[in-house]
């Protein structure tokens, strides 16, 4: 494909994805039907859509519109690129620009332009004076980190991913690598394969670094998802790990990385079959705007219903997870969100019905780590 052609069919994906379809399957729809299209084709398309939907209003600005052709005009003048020689209308191209859209221009953009109107002042009041700088970083790509097996690593791991074509460089933590280049063979690397390196943000490693995970005992991921805060634990821990999640679907791939792993995770419907736990960990359903620099889409979705309805599951989550925990013991809530009232707000609010002690309350923002993460900490009262 050329890269005409490209911008062509981001453009029918960005129109599926203004009808309702979800970005992935609008995407997966269109590889369906252009067989033609090889692997270097559909990442550049995949890549011109995600970077519309990170500055979906700028690009709309610079654009004139949102559908899919005025978003990828714009984009195109926001890289600094001239339209006319990609709207041409020669073979798959885009057709070429009318007069309305040769003369638009955009005053006054701000990396705010690329933020929805309502989420302004809840965003401005949880960051503070980070954001801007907050912000301003959502709009670009996110980095892509890597977590070491402390189990089953050994020898350099660094060579190894090198040897596959995957460059990478060390972080500050010792079991954490950004991978730098060839980051889309990593899938297909023999590390990988083989259970030495998972794909797992830098800051929820941080955040699961910064917790004192009990050495032994019983530890319960209580929204384990595909399981790597589970994984992680277990490569610390010889504490008995337990997973459990409302939909038991997206536990799905946890048994064949546990076993890449080499670390049992054991699956529980019931968890109160085990409670007492010495820590429970809640990574709860969240707005997820600490990650929208990876998953632009879900800031386009998020309305106010959505999160006050996620605002009472987390409440529901917590008072459900603290029933679990052994006297003394740990309650570990975490978010990817960058919205107080998801994050410390829970902890006072919780604090306020049960009288736990806080003791860790952490946010990591994007620069410093690179996802937007939370880390609350909260301490059941001893027995007596």
């Known amino acids: 494909m050329t890269p005409a052609a490209r911008l062509a069919a981001a453009i029918g994906v960005l129109d599926a994805w203004a009808g309702g379809n979800p970005v992935e399957r609008a995407l997966t729809g269109w590889a369906r039907g252009a067989r033609y299209a090889g692997s270097k084709d559909r990442a550049a398309v995949r890549d011109h859509v995600y970077d519309v939907l990170r500055r979906k209003g700028s690009c709309a600005a ?143 490693q941080l955040a699961c670094a910064a917790v004192d995970w009990p050495r032994s005992g019983r530890v319960l991921d209580y929204c384990a998802g595909g399981g790597g805060k589970a994984l992680a634990i277990a490569a610390v821990s010889e504490a008995q790990v337990f997973v459990h999640d409302a939909n038991p679907r997206r536990m799905a791939d946890i ?30 359903p969240c707005s997820g705007s600490g990650t929208w620099r990876r998953d632009p889409e879900a800031k386009w979705l998020l309305s106010r219903e959505k999160l006050t309805n996620l605002e009472q599951v987390q409440a529901e989550i917590l008072d459900a997870a603290a029933a679990l925990v052994a006297p003394g013991g740990q309650l570990v809530y975490m978010t990817c969100s960058l919205l107080d009232a998801e994050n410390g707000g829970q902890l006072r609010a919780f604090q306020a019905r049960h009288g736990w002690q806080v003791k860790t309350e952490r946010r990591f923002l994007p620069g410093d780590a690179s996802d937007g993460f939370f880390l609350g900490v909260l301490t059941a009262p001893s027995k007596g």
């Not at 019931?270 to 409670?275: V, Y």
Request: aromatic share 4%.
């Open 255 to 284: 048994p064949a990385r546990a076993d890449r792993a080499g670390v049992r995770l054991t699956a529980l419907e019931r968890p109160e079959a085990q409670a007492p736990y010495a820590a429970v960990l809640c990574d709860v």
């Open 62 to 204: 610079l654009g004139g519109g949102g559908s899919g052709r005025a978003l990828v005009l714009g984009l195109l003048r926001l890289q600094g690129l001239d339209p006319d020689e990609y709207f041409t209308g020669e073979g798959h191209a885009p057709a070429g620009l009318g007069e309305a859209e040769r003369d638009l221009g955009a005053e006054g953009l701000t990396a705010w332009s690329d933020i929805p109107d309502w989420l302004h002042d809840p965003l401005r009041d949880s960051l503070d004076e980070q954001a801007e700088r907050v912000i301003a970083a959502m709009q670009e790509r996110a980095p892509l980190y890597l977590r070491i097996n402390a189990r089953r690593s050994a020898g350099e791991i660094e060579e190894w991913l090198a040897s596959d074509g995957i460059v990478t460089r060390k972080t500050i933590l010792p079991h954490a690598l950004e991978v730098v280049e060839g980051a889309r063979r990593l899938r297909q690397s023999q590390a990988y394969l083989d259970g030495l390196v998972e794909i797992q943000d830098l800051s929820p």
